[in-house]
């Protein structure tokens, strides 16, 4: 519900979708609350269907979303490629469960959060966040929707079942003490327009079908006016870098990340989505015992903060990364810790760490 | 514009096509050129709004239509274009979609959303390239390649029931079914202004010639052969029962086989929702009010 409220209070007034288990609620919220709005709700034949409905509606001009779990993330894979091709902005939450296949549609896990950067074909980038919280689900939302608007890419949310489900306060701002972004407008008449031109941010201004621009937008490999150019390497090397350094240059913008008790910290856990509760106790807890452990905490996991977990490296001794998969979002904390000492913490199987858990593997 | 040395006069659709884009990449005898011609005749002959109608493809050879034709346009994933047709149409129920794809791309790939198109009743017009086979893979079989016919996977005759798609198009709900040939050029123009005129799901069905790849295989690689086939085994049965109207290479039946009432998807939208926000209003209660 504070996914689909901050949608609503982002200025979405589309969603597509097909029930699947735990995500079905956000489409169940959003189809009372569309119409009282505004704003539509579909229910597709499938999840391809509902992406590609999600790509239409943004192109006709309307912040758009779908919600789904892994079974269905798989499916709109295909059409999530041709959103970052064609960059289109929209929103698509995932209620993480147990994969893979069907797996254990009720249980909780983080095992997407892989396949939500990599899970189309070729070379792209996008936004991921993870929110911790009823209320970080409902601020997280909104940015999303703001992220997607701004750098014109899927940007998706990253959710585990705990936190889809949690029931715990929630604030909703007015909506004056919101801030809302929309896409980029043409600046050109539409002789002059070039729907794949890039500004000095890297992002394309973009119109909007029926307003006169008559404009071509493909998956193929096209030039700044949209035209396939299927046989030139250089046009299909300038329009991918483009694609991936939009949001890789501004990932320093874009990542959000929250740092707990870190200043003098000699172990420090990362963590993300529920699992960072349990961590942040363990942390509480360890310092009570006089350890002195810090929490990084992701809210943002893709474009994945190098920088930042390079800082924090540099000044502790361990990293621990509990996550419930079997070990995913480790292999980029690897990546840029260094020569620093990282340990997994994987779990697999309906259930979260538990604090004491954590602060039984610090305490080695 | 020079062609080999001589002045060519301007086209006089040429306001309808996409400058930069022609010519088309379609093989000398295909039919999807003369869809083009005749889709963009009929928008000529209905003094269609262009600003209004949007075209969107899927993946093949008359995928590529999308990028032809003066309009907004979208050239989708494989098989996917009506979903995205139907997630415009919802949201802007003041234009008008127009699906341009071909058989493979509509009813294998696609075919769930197409039934589900049709079902809703949403106003979007199909029209569907049907040439037996997937032409820009170099000519595989596909669900209406005819039995026995052979294609580069069905070496040995094909043995799969071919859809009947007129007939598919009907059950499933569609408000406006026709079939034509490549070769019925006017009935085929007269049915695409009727299809974008009318209030609902409306599917065309061309079927055309493809030289290249279906026709080399089976006896018709010369275009001029190719187009005296379908008009020996072409017959004229409008509004006979689609299960009736059968597609074999020794008979084609075309005409307009559905054309009934029926309200339509976005309008019924549209009620819906003026009817949640009349009670909210009514408690004093409507906040927020868009579309």
Known sequence: MACAEGALAAGCRFFAGYPITPATEIAEHMSRRLPEVGGVYLQMEDEIASMAAVIGASYAGVKSMTATSGPGFSLMQENIGLAAMTETPCVVVDVMRAGPSTGQPTKTSQQDVMQAKWGSHGDYEIIALSPSSVQEMFDLTVEAFNLSETYRCPVFLMTDEIVGHLMERLAIPKPEEIRLIDRKRPTSPPSEYLPFRPGEDLVPEMAIFGEGYRFYATGLTHDETGHPQTDSSEEHARLVQRLCDKIRKNANKITKVERIFLDDADICIIAYGSVARSALSAAVEGREKGIKIGLLRLATLWPFPDQIVEEVAAQVDKILVPEMNYGQMVREVERCAGRRKVESLPRLGDALHTPQEILAHVLG | MEVRGMSAVQHPMEHYTRSGMIPHIWCNGCGDGVILGEFVRALDELKYDINKLVVVSGIGCIGRISGYTNTDSFHTTHGRALAFAVGVKAVRPDLKPVVISGDGDLFAIGGNHFI??????????????????YGMTGGQSGPTTPIDAYTTTTRYGNIEHPFNLAHLAAASGAVYVARWTSIHVKRMRESFK??????????????????????????????????????????????????????????????????????EYSDLLLESTRKVQASLEKEGKLTNVAL
């Open chain 2, 116 to 133: 589900h198109a049709a079902r809703r009743n949403i106003d979007v017009t199909v029209i569907c390239s049907n040439n037996f086979n």
């Open chain 2, 194 to 263: 009727k299809a974008i005129n009318k209030r609902g799901f409306s599917f065309v069905e061309v079927i055309t010639t493809c030289p290249e790849e279906y026709g080399r295989r089976n006896k018709l690689a010369d275009p001029i052969e190719g187009m005296k086939w379908l008009r020996e085994v072409s017959v004229v049965r409008s509004f006979i029962d689609p299960i009736e109207a059968v597609v074999r290479p020794d008979k084609i039946i075309v005409g307009e086989f559905v054309d009934i009432e029926k309200t």
